[in-house]
């Protein structure tokens, strides 16, 4: 089961920013670029890095801790493809960025 939140006024994260929400245990790393909105799991599974802080570039973002790339679409490390970080449903509606998150 998902429920819906939303996270901010859709004017509040302009093409190339990224904001970190915090919602009940998830720390969500959310990004708009001009391909699209992602959201996809805020802490690094290296080090535990800010992902929300991280360079976004050809549909990955790069820790800025250590370099750790992540594939936004899926989640998976960008150089082993294998699976790290979860990625969410996330959309602008009404004026709103909304993300679907599994209920706790």
Request: glycine share 10%.
């Amino acid at each position: 089961m998902t429920k819906k939140h939303i996270l901010c006024l859709s004017s509040e994260l302009a093409d190339g920013q990224s904001l970190e929400v915090l919602l009940g245990s998830h720390i969500i790393a959310i990004f708009r670029d001009s391909r699209a909105l992602y959201a996809i799991d805020g802490m690094c599974l290296h080090q535990g890095g800010p992902i929300a802080k991280g360079k976004i570039q050809d549909g990955c973002v790069t820790c800025p801790w250590h370099g750790w790339q992540y594939d936004l679409d899926t989640g998976n490390n960008a150089a082993t493809g294998k699976p790290m970080l979860s990625t969410y449903p996330i959309r602008d509606h009404e004026g709103w960025i909304e993300i679907d998150l599994p209920e706790e």
